[in-house]
């Protein structure tokens, strides 16, 4: 299997670009840009199966909202969560991230950690 065996399904692009940057092994990031349709929902469930998911989403009602969808959907996957200070993942400083990121034994790059 050489696809990528991690996912991470995010809400935007802008949070998807944040991610990228930060990760230090290949993984597949998914935009559900806000909301997703059943039908989607349903198709991505499918290819996502033997994978490991993980979902972040802003700490707000939209991305609330797309976590309680994907808990009853989707519930072998994992949920990460961003301190609900910094709202948005796109705007959640990097070095937390990459802890959180971390702590779902994800890698990241090392300077994220050391940073302020």
């Known amino acids: 299997m050489d696809e990528w065996s ?4 995010v809400e935007g692009s802008s949070d998807k670009k944040k991610i990228q ?3 230090n092994e290949p993984v597949d990031i998914i935009c559900t840009n806000g909301t997703i349709g ?14 490991d998911v993980y979902i972040l989403v802003d700490a707000d009602d939209s991305g609330e909202k797309l976590r309680k969808q994907f808990k009853r959907e ?7 969560y961003i301190d ?6 796109a705007t959640a400083p990097e070095k937390h991230l990459a802890t959180v990121l971390l702590g779902a034994n994800i890698d990241v790059h090392a300077e994220y950690l050391e940073k302020g």
């Open 6 to 9: 991690k996912v991470i399904i």
């Open 21 to 23: 940057s930060i990760l």
């Open 38 to 51: 059943v039908s989607k929902l349903d198709e991505l469930i499918e290819d996502l199966f033997f994978k």
């Open 74 to 80: 989707f519930p072998e996957a994992s949920h990460l």
């Open 84 to 89: 609900k200070t910094y709202r948005e993942v």
